[in-house]
Antibody, heavy 120, light 107 residues
Framework: QVQLVESGGGVVQRGGSLRLSCAAS????????IHWVRQAPGKGLDWVAVIWYDGSNKFYADSVKGRFAISRDNSENTVYLQMNSLRAEDTAVYYCARDPGGITSSLDHWGQGTLVTVSS | DIQMTQSPSSLSASVGDRVTITCRASQSIGSYLNWYQQKAGKAPKLLIY???SLQSGVPSRFSGSASGTDFTLTISSLQPEDFASYYCQQSYITPFTFGQGTKLEIK
């Protein structure tokens, strides 16, 4: 079955860095785009970034542009989110999600999330 | 960026009720609109994609529709497991913005 497992979350000081991983299994990973979506405690969903199936295109939310970088290793079935210059407002559960692409984009499978806490 | 305005932000209803949640886009997005359900402490789940297509495995009491820049999620007869938060998301252009969510509670 389709599985996405996030890891790498934790507590980091303001201005610090963290790298999240999203390990995929149960599907042909190299055929799917992968998104990161975050959710601050008690708040709604906030789209962060996407990487296309082949890594050829990457897009970011304005709030993380220049600080976060998404990448993927199709040989390892893994997507990464490198987060630098972290701020208190980056504190959230970070989810990765699969995008089957096609005519429209949607997030049809999600991981369980990993918590990032930025302390001051 | 495209703004997605979802209403209401919260809603109380009873089992068996018909419920409608609305999402309005700040500009035309065609049918590039998805709906998700999220239960407390869990990851979101895709319900509807492309405005009106039911995701595999989702009960048929869920439906979606569109009229211009207005989109609607309807639950025809609420079941106990439907009490959750619901989010719309536009996938027309990045950033793929979400609505602020609707919390559906038991009356």
């Amino acid at each position: 079955q389709v599985q996405l497992v996030e890891s790498g979350g934790g507590v980091v000081q303001r201005g610090g860095s963290l790298r999240l991983s999203c390990a995929a299994s149960g599907f042909t990973f190299k055929s799917y785009g992968i998104h990161w979506v975050r959710q601050a405690p008690g708040k709604g969903l906030d789209w962060v970034a996407v990487i296309w199936y082949d890594g050829s295109n990457k897009f970011y939310a304005d709030s993380v542009k220049g600080r976060f970088a998404i990448s993927r290793d199709n040989s390892e079935n893994t997507v990464y989110l490198q987060m630098n210059s972290l701020r208190a407002e980056d504190t959230a559960v970070y989810y990765c999600a699969r995008d089957p692409g096609g005519i429209t984009s949607s997030l049809d499978h999600w991981g369980q999330g990993t918590l990032v806490t930025v302390s001051s | 960026d495209i703004q997605m305005t979802q209403s209401p932000s919260s809603l109380s209803a009873s089992v068996g009720d018909r419920v409608t949640i609305t999402c309005r886009a700040s500009q035309s997005i065609g049918s590039y609109l998805n709906w998700y359900q999220q239960k407390a402490g869990k990851a979101p789940k895709l319900l509807i994609y492309a405005a009106s297509s039911l995701q595999s495995g989702v009960p048929s009491r869920f439906s979606g529709s569109a009229s211009g820049t207005d989109f609607t999620l309807t639950i025809s007869s609420l079941q106990p497991e439907d009490f959750a938060s619901y989010y719309c998301q536009q996938s027309y252009i990045t950033p793929f913005t979400f609505g602020q969510g609707t919390k559906l509670e038991i009356k």
